[in-house]
Nanobody
Framework: VQLVESGGGVVHSGESLTLSCAVS????????MSWVRQAPGEDLDWISG???????FYDASVKGRFTISRDNANEKLYLQMNNMKPKDSAVYYC?????????RGQGTQVTVSL
């Protein structure tokens, strides 16, 4: 089982980024998935999730700015992040679960500057 996040980087406030998570080793289309993030010294935050049936969750901190989606054919999970803010700076992980606790990848760093 493997999850590999990509797409992080450094952006300015108000800009956008799209994160990707490529998975392998399990039936992606039957798996609920999530995105979590962790800033230095902070707890792990569950920011978004999508079930195998398309039910979606957003934390209030990202609702209206972030969009989660999945491509079952290509076994990829995405997180479109718009109107980014400095408080969005963190390491972002995709998680093999509905919620923050599950197998996750190595993460991708996102930094938002003023």
């Amino acid at each position: 089982v493997q999850l590999v996040e990509s797409g992080g980087g450094v952006v300015h406030s108000g800009e956008s980024l799209t994160l990707s998570c490529a998975v392998s080793g399990f039936p992606f289309s039957n798996q609920d998935m999530s995105w979590v993030r962790q800033a230095p010294g902070e707890d792990l935050d569950w920011i978004s999730g999508i079930t195998k049936n398309g039910r979606i969750f957003y934390d209030a901190s990202v609702k209206g700015r972030f969009t989660i989606s999945r491509d079952n054919a290509n076994e990829k999970l995405y997180l479109q992040m718009n109107n980014m803010k400095p408080k969005d700076s963190a390491v972002y992980y995709c998680v093999k679960a509905w919620g923050p606790f599950g197998l996750r990848g190595q993460g991708t760093q996102v930094t938002v500057s003023l």
